[in-house]
């Protein structure tokens, strides 16, 4: 079975500080993703990734960073919080297949991020 | 644009009964799409997926169907259960490799 794991389930920081979202998936999978969900807005794409070192702006970039230095791991980064990224961080994985075919993203539990 | 959603935000239905939990879509170049169970407190998980290539694929107790015509896809869920409780997503392939297209989500609700 396909496993990804995000660093915490509950987050609570402070606004101004440095956050860093961790998440790994033991499939080797070369597509990584970050949303987030809100209530009444679905899940929003934050940023994507289809290998190391790669990294595509999402929907909603303003705000925050990523980085993948390893195919398993893809970490979201809040450079300075505010209030309104209180919010639940989804990752997701997924495999790349050949010839431009899609398959599923696999989720993990999530973030509940708190910004005081 | 590209965009996916959904005819009910809620739907409450009966224990022993069928649900029925419809989606829209407006990209007629999609071709593959996929259906996510969101517990409480939990992320998405996968229930079942199909192609543009089908226009029916059968799981578990769930059924997806795919009218390409209308842009319409919908999930029945057979003799629903309370823990069928949940909020159910659609989601499309977009036209950016590896993304999908996520529906706001409809929440169901299954009384004993």
């Known amino acids: 079975d396909v496993k990804v794991t995000q660093s915490s389930r509950y987050l609570v920081k402070r606004t101004g500080e440095k956050v860093f979202l961790e998440c790994v998936q033991d499939m080797d999978h070369e597509n990584m993703f970050w949303y987030r969900q809100d209530p009444g807005l679905g899940l929003r794409l934050i940023y994507f990734?289809?290998?190391?070192?790669?990294?595509e702006k999402g929907d909603i970039p303003e705000g925050y960073s990523v980085s993948r230095e390893k195919k398993e791991r893809f970490s979201l980064i809040l450079e300075s919080a505010s209030t309104n990224q209180t919010s639940m961080y989804l990752c997701?994985?997924?495999?790349?297949?050949?010839?431009?075919?899609?398959?599923?993203?696999?989720f993990g539990p999530g973030t509940r991020l708190t910004v005081l | 644009g590209e965009s996916v959603g959904l005819h009910l935000p809620t739907l409450s239905v009966q224990e022993g009964d069928n649900s029925i939990i419809n989606c829209a879509y407006s990209?007629?170049?999609?071709?593959?799409f996929i259906w996510y169970k969101q517990e409480s407190g939990k992320g998405p998980q996968f229930i079942i997926d199909?192609?543009?290539?089908?226009d029916k694929r059968q799981g578990q107790r769930v059924t997806v169907l795919l009218n390409k015509t209308v842009k319409h896809l919908s999930l029945q869920i057979a003799a629903t259960q309370p823990g069928d409780s949940a909020v159910y997503f659609c989601a499309e392939n977009s036209a950016q490799g590896g993304k999908l297209i996520f529906g706001q989500g409809t929440e169901l609700s299954v009384k004993p």
């Open positions: 990734s289809y290998d190391v070192k790669m990294k």
């Open positions: 997701a994985s997924s495999l790349r297949l050949a010839g431009g075919v899609y398959n599923e993203q696999f």
């Open positions: 199909i192609r543009s290539n089908m």
């Open positions: 990209n007629s170049a999609s071709d593959y």
